[in-house]
């Protein structure tokens, strides 16, 4: 099997929707600013965010002979990238909330909410991803057997098909750090991302135009979709928008490419999860540390402070602990763990 290419305008596309997420969340810090102008778009970034995931793993993975051993280095792989960063994270929150006086905006307080958020159970703030996520990359295995053997295991097909049609009719009900309230972008993310490299390069030639029109319309603005926001922004419609939306960025059209895989966002994309996790912490902090100065100087600083956090936290935290945790499973488990690094 031919390694995979590396897709370097989705490194870009999780940068964008770092951004957004970040912007959201401004307006959350800083509430004098009013009501956020672009409806909901931080949830709409967090739906690509989950759309992406399902493509890349489908795309890493999708062709790949499957085994019990394959699927032990893919587990490994997804822990040691998620989790030690977001235990940083857990921590950092657990302690502001015990700063007395501090009055932390996402507060993790008492030993029962400390241990559901070291555990990824939690749903504090931006922390409420993980768990789908997490649940996700366990149910991943059983996908990753249909696609190997599709005729001997048509029966994993059938029983989630099944379970999406029961989940759509119910409207996706459930916690939103439960899987099963999220499983359409997971689902349609695989189903793009296993399709991607099947497609003919010349579909590529459509992807611009539908584009510059499907992804500012998903994120931007969800009643462009004639969609209401509040009560079904988690379904089957905007799973479909999320999913091609990565697909057609995927395509790596020449005009779409000097956008999303141009050397800023890419950067932004490489240290989105850092970013993704600690900003509120960082522009609370910062709003708290300038209280009374003008915001128009006090939030620019608080989002570079945001940046330079992320940028830190990956090379101190998220990159060596992934290499460090990787290279101690392939000590114990070195047929293929070469596999695990690029992921």
């Known amino acids: 099997m031919r390694e995979r290419r590396h897709i370097a305008s989705l490194d870009g596309l999780r940068g964008i929707t770092a951004l957004a997420v970040v912007m959201a969340h401004v307006y959350l810090v800083f509430p004098a600013l009013g009501p956020l102008p672009l409806p909901d ?16 793993i489908a795309y890493l993975y999708g062709d790949r002979p499957f085994s019990r051993k394959n699927a032990a280095d893919f587990l490994v792989s997804r822990f040691a990238r998620i989790y030690p960063v977001y235990l ?30 070291i555990v990824m159970l939690g749903s504090t703030g931006v922390l409420w991803t993980i768990p ?6 366990l149910v991943f295995p059983f996908i990753w ?37 999220k499983l359409p972008y997971f689902l349609l993310g695989v189903l793009a991302g296993y399709l991607h490299p099947r497609l003919q390069s010349a579909a590529r030639g459509i992807t611009v135009g539908v584009m510059a029109i499907l992804l ?71 709003a708290k540390l300038l209280a009374g100065m003008p915001l128009w100087l006090v939030i620019p600083i608080g989002c570079a402070v945001a940046l330079a956090v992320a940028t830190a936290s990956y090379h101190v935290i998220e990159a060596p602990c992934r290499i460090f945790l990787v290279n101690r499973w392939k000590r114990r488990n070195p047929r293929k763990a070469e596999l695990l690094t690029s992921t």
């Open 88 to 117: 940083a994270a857990v921590l950092l929150v657990v302690v502001l909330s015990a700063v007395p006086g501090l009055g932390y905006i996402d507060p993790i307080t008492g030993p029962f909410q400390i241990v559901r958020h």
């Open 145 to 181: 057997m249909f696609l190997a053997n599709p005729v001997r295991y048509q029966w994993i097909a059938v029983l989630i098909g099944c379970l999406l049609a029961i989940d759509g009719l119910l409207g996706f009900p459930g916690s939103g750090i439960l899987l099963i309230s």
């Open 132 to 137: 789908p996520e997490i649940q996700f990359y």
């Open 216 to 286: 500012p319309a998903f994120l931007l603005s969800h009643r462009a979709l004639s969609i209401e926001v509040s009560d079904t922004l988690w379904g089957m419609s905007t799973a479909l928008a999320a999913a091609l939306s990565v697909l057609l960025v995927a395509r790596e059209h020449p005009i779409s490419a000097a956008v999303f895989a141009s050397r800023p966002l890419r950067f932004l994309g490489t240290i989105s999860f850092s970013l993704y996790l600690l900003h509120v912490p960082c522009l609370f902090l910062t």
């Open 41 to 56: 778009i931080g949830s709409g970034a967090v739906a690509i965010f989950f759309a992406v995931s399902g493509f890349l």
